[in-house]
T-cell receptor, first 111, second 114 residues
Framework: GENVEQHPSTLSVQEGDSAVIKCTYS??????FPWYKQELGKRPQLIID?????GEKKDQRIAVTLNKTAKHFSLHITETQPEDSAVYFC??????????FGTGTRLQVFP | NAGVTQTPKFRILKIGQSMTLQCAQD?????MYWYRQDPGMGLKLIYY???????DKGEVPNGYNVSRSTTEDFPLRLELAAPSQTSVYFC?????????????FGSGTRLTVV
């Protein structure tokens, strides 16, 4: 069935440390994997995405990796800052029509 | 462009009442979606539409109805509100099929059913 698993559900790190969030999808036909950041009371905002023909993508302190064989993809945030504190959602496209979201990871960055 | 506009922002309903959540986009996007987000939880797909006149069920469609008579509008109807429908509702849209078309989200409607 359509499913995206996300771990961990909560993550606390010290400012300057790295944070890694992992997701697994079930449909091998999925070909697009976006990551969203949602601050308290706000709408989800796209922060980075990766397509199935690419293994890694980086944008400043944020990177995403994709392992198609294992159906895993991960978000890496380096040199974390307090403003990185938010809930992060991974997602995968199914049937190219709709995004199925993971359950979210609450990241807290302590100064 | 206003993007994706949702109204109202907040609403309190009594059990058994009905209401329509409005969603409009001015980007000429073909695809539109309704998600609900329960407190501290992820986004669950309620209904979606790939174009005017076409709608399909998502993961949690029970208790809701939608219509898509125009490209711009995608209203969500709650017929008999129940406490389990207390949630934040997000509408989203994207241009078309295929890779790379990310979602644009509306600002959400916070609904409480008492």
């Amino acid at each position: 069935g359509e499913n995206v698993e996300q771990h961990p559900s909560t993550l606390s790190v010290q400012e300057g440390d790295s944070a890694v969030i992992k997701c697994t999808y079930s449909d091998s036909a999925s070909n697009y994997f976006p990551w969203y950041k949602q601050e308290l009371g706000k709408r989800p905002q796209l922060i980075i995405d990766i397509r199935s023909n690419v293994g890694e993508k980086k944008d400043q302190r944020i990177a995403v990796t994709l392992n198609k064989t294992a159906k895993h993809f991960s978000l890496h945030i380096t040199e974390t800052q307090p403003e990185d504190s938010a809930v992060y959602f991974c997602a995968a496209y199914y049937n190219t029509d709709k995004l199925i979201f993971g359950t979210g990871t609450r990241l807290q960055v302590f100064p | 462009n206003a993007g994706v506009t949702q109204t109202p922002k907040f609403r309190i309903l009594k059990i058994g009442q009905s209401m329509t959540l409005q969603c409009a986009q001015d980007m000429n996007h073909n695809y539109m979606y309704w998600y609900r987000q329960d407190p501290g939880m992820g986004l669950k797909l309620i209904y979606y539409s790939v174009g005017a006149g076409i709608t399909d069920k998502g993961e949690v469609p029970n208790g809701y109805n939608v219509s898509r008579s125009t490209t711009e509008d995608f209203p969500l109807r709650l017929e008999l509100a129940a406490p389990s429908q207390t949630s934040v509702y997000f509408c989203a849209s994207r241009l078309g099929q295929g890779m790379g078309y990310g979602y644009t989200f509306g600002s959400g409607t916070r609904l409480t059913v008492v």
